[in-house]
């Protein structure tokens, strides 16, 4: 049976530290679907489409990595993909509470689970929100942001 993780997340931007994330999670799964939640009443530094489009030009290459945007909850996503498993990093000890939660209430909804993988050291101080930031205030963020291989 194939096994499918979907990696959810606003990605507005999409980091170096997501980026090792889905690496890293395609050495357990078979298939990663990124997906791009959309949230309206948030201000978002990109919209949803261009999101994915520059997301899914990251993976052109790697068949094992589909890129979709959706706006309900994640285990309904989930479902449609066919994932059995919800792939997640933690920065801090403050993630791990909030993912802990999560998952709880995802497992118990619809017996999903969630894999948490702790976010390699040299990319712990970055977040998106960070990032978005920086890009406001016009500073280079490239180093912030997962180049195509």
Excluded: C, W
């Amino acid at each position: 049976m194939k096994k499918t993780a979907i990696f959810p997340g606003s990605f507005d931007p999409f980091t170096v530290g997501h980026a090792s994330i889905v690496e890293r999670g395609l050495a357990m799964f078979d298939e990663i679907v990124i997906g791009i939640g959309v949230n309206e009443k948030k201000k978002a530094l990109y919209p949803p489409h261009k999101r994915v489009e520059v997301i899914a030009a990251l993976y052109a290459d790697e068949p094992r990595v589909r890129v979709v945007a959706y706006d309900d909850l994640t285990i309904d996503l989930a479902e449609r993909v066919g994932a059995r498993f919800i792939l997640r990093g933690l920065r801090s000890v403050k993630d791990f509470e909030y993912e802990r939660d999560i998952a709880a209430i995802n497992a118990r909804l619809s017996g999903i689970e969630t894999v948490l993988l702790i976010t390699d050291p040299q990319h712990s101080s970055v977040s998106s929100s960070v990032v978005r930031e920086l890009i406001h205030f016009g500073k280079d963020v490239s180093d912030f942001l997962p180049k195509k291989k």
